[in-house]
């Protein structure tokens, strides 16, 4: 008969104070380079791809401001959504 061994879950914090993963992280900036049609491509705001599905978790209230913005502009929200993350990765990457 086999006995089945039994799993300790260990919680988050404890996870990660055990592997030590703070001291992993950079405190200097990371270059990042794209490969210059990618670039071009996001500066022209072709879409090479159909859209992906994400899930995020928001605050309500960012929510609700989020709705009321767009409706100011006249667009879905979720479209305002998806241009405000367009503008900070061209911001970020420095390529427009």
Known sequence: MKVKAEVKKVADDEYYDKKGVLGEILEED??????EALARDIIK?????????VTIKLDPLYLISIKKVATKKGIPYQ???REWVA???RKELKIA
Not at 45 to 53: A, E, I, T
């Open 79 to 81: 479209t305002l959504m």
């Open 87 to 89: 503008e900070k990765i």
């Open 45 to 53: 705001g072709k879409r090479r791809r159909k859209l992906q599905n």
């Open 30 to 35: 990371v270059a990042i380079s794209l490969d």
